[in-house]
């Protein structure tokens, strides 16, 4: 049998088969079947990717702002071209639907087409006389070389949120894909190096526990954006913070939305199934948690049907809404979170596990599952299930249901279901949480905006794209200046700290 393909590091603007003696298989999901071999990149490889990157930044820092927008003109527009090629890499080896995973490269797009837009967002800022012949103005100059850690479940979009940005504000990186499903994000390397990013550049390393750990030790590394679960990114934000590093952590969470008897029911009840399960519950902002309010409260067999209705296969499967979770270890996890949650006595109202796909009797899948009577205390409530696994709460009153929320310690996204406006500001005003959707399941911002989680799900003041992005791979830098008039008379010698 011929071996599968490996999957190469990317240094200095080559595509290098990687020393190590340790690799994993990258499997289809939905099959088992092993697309490719991915390895651990030994210390002198990633070593190696750091130092091209930091002989790279060198000339990349003083490159021309046109140049590096129409870097990334030419990028969205390679991407575009490739986008069905990109969907089919990412479905085999992460398991979500083609159209989803158009979805997940398109995000990753809208960031690319930002970054195009370099020239108007890294502007300095200038006051003239801010003392006699004083001006002063400020520089946003890049920081060196900065990394990337990403995760398994968007390896199109968020490796785009982060190596687009920070090269188009004039910095080199160290990337490092989720070692599960890092096909579609070198090919994304391989788009962007025919865009004309210059050899050195971008790098790319793949590992896991020992590669993250050496980038958030590595002295020439100045900052690192890290996206994944809570457990590691706080391991990271720590690490790095401590080795003197920039560091933004984007971490796990736990969703709610809350549902108002006002609401527009068949949208509603479309709106939660849809970011309940889809992607199979692997998206940082999936619903996980529906709050329902009063008579809203007599919904719960109208949304079991709904989330019964929708189509359990294989991503590349016409009409599937739901395809498999990414390995059969985060399949076991999530049918054991499902039988703590009966443990602990929540109403297990629809039951996903085991589900019979014909074709795909090897895949990871669970089907949607509901459960109502969920309260705080219970392990499906207290964790992350990152599955299809959709949790039902109950509460008497608006107030009741924010507090709820309030008190749990994620902050990444939350959404309000009603047609009341005073209802909705209310919540907008009293919720913690960094990302509200008003109707809207799902509110990640769009990249004019910065993703903003908080609390729990985030480390790190700055997020990902956005303004606030180009606060994060930038040091601001401001000059005062007063130049001498050939006839400006001296004033003497100013012993005061006063701008004379
Ligand atoms: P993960 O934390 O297991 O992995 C993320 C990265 O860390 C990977 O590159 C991995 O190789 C590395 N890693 C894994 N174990 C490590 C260890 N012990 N030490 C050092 N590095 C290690 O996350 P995942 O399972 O790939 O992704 C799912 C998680 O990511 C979920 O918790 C989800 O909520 C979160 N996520 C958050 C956001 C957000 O924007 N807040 C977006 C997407 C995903």
């Known amino acids: 049998m011929s071996q599968p393909p490996t999957v190469k ?54 490159s021309p702002i046109g140049q590096r927008a129409r870097i990334f003109l030419k990028y969205q527009q390679l991407i575009r071209e490739n986008m069905q090629e990109l969907a089919a890499l990412l479905t085999a080896e992460q398991g979500k639907t083609l159209p989803d ?36 103005y400020t520089l946003l100059q890049p920081l060196g070389v900065c990394a990337g850690i990403t995760p398994f479940n968007f390896p199109a979009m968020i490796p ?38 210059p050899p050195g550049v971008l790098n ?21 954006s890290f996206v994944g679960s809570t457990r590691v990114g706080t391991h990271v934000y720590q690490r790095a913070s401590l080795a003197g590093k920039r560091v933004q952590c984007m971490m796990g969470a736990k969703n709610h939305a809350i549902v108002l008897p006002d609401a527009n029911r068949e949208q509603t009840l479309n709106a939660i199934a849809g970011a309940a399960f889809g992607a199979a519950g692997q998206r940082c902002m999936a619903l996980s948690v529906v709050v329902l309010v009063g008579a809203a409260q007599k919904w719960i067999p109208e949304l079991v049907a709904k989330a019964r209705s929708l189509k359990v296969s294989g991503g590349t499967e016409k009409g599937t809404d739901v395809g498999p979770l990414v390995s059969c270890a985060a399949r076991d996890r999530v049918t054991s979170l499902i039988e703590r949650g009966v443990a602990d006595g929540a109403k297990l109202e629809l039951d996903g596990r085991n589900p019979s796909i014909p074709g795909y009797e090897k895949g990871n899948f669970v089907g949607p599952t509901v459960f109502s009577g969920v309260k705080p205390g219970m392990a499906i409530y207290d964790q992350e299930i990152f599955g299809p696994v959709l949790c039902l709460s109950e509460a008497d009153s608006l107030d ?32 913690d949480i960094g990302q509200v959707g008003i109707n809207v399941p799902i509110p990640v911002p769009v990249p004019i905006f910065s993703f903003s989680g908080s609390r729990g799900s985030k480390l790190g003041d700055l997020g990902p794209y956005g303004k606030q992005v180009i606060l994060f791979y930038t040091q601001t830098k401001t000059i005062t200046t007063r130049w001498f008039d050939d006839d400006t008379l001296s004033q003497g010698v100013n012993t005061t700290i006063s701008l004379r």
Do not use: Y
């Open 9 to 62: 590091l990317l240094i200095g603007g080559k595509f290098v088969e990687s020393k190590t003696t340790q690799w994993r298989d990258v499997i289809n999901p939905a099959t088992q079947q092993v697309l490719a071999r991915v390895p651990f990149a030994t210390p002198a490889e990633i070593d190696a990717a750091v130092a091209s990157a930091k002989e790279a930044f060198k000339t990349w820092r003083k």
């Open 204 to 224: 790319v390393v793949h590992g896991g526990e020992d590669a993250v750990n050496a980038i958030c030790d590595h002295a020439d590394i100045k900052a690192i």
């Open 400 to 431: 009741a249901a924010i507090e709820l929320i309030n008190r749990n310690p994620n902050g990444n996204g939350t959404a309000i279901f009603t047609q009341s406006g005073a209802a909705a500001r209310r919540f907008q005003e009293e919720i």
């Open 101 to 136: 995973a158009e979805g997940d490269v398109f995000r990753g797009l809208e960031v690319v087409e930002h970054a195009a837009g370099i020239g108007n967002l890294q502007l300095g800022e200038l006051a003239n006389n801010v003392a006699g012949g004083v001006d002063t």
């Open 160 to 197: 785009l949120w982060m190596f687009p940005m920070a090269i188009a504000t004039g910095n080199t990186f160290v990337l490092k894909p989720s070692e599960q499903d890092p096909m579609v994000t070198m090919r994304l390397c391989e788009l962007a190096l025919e865009a004309g990013i």
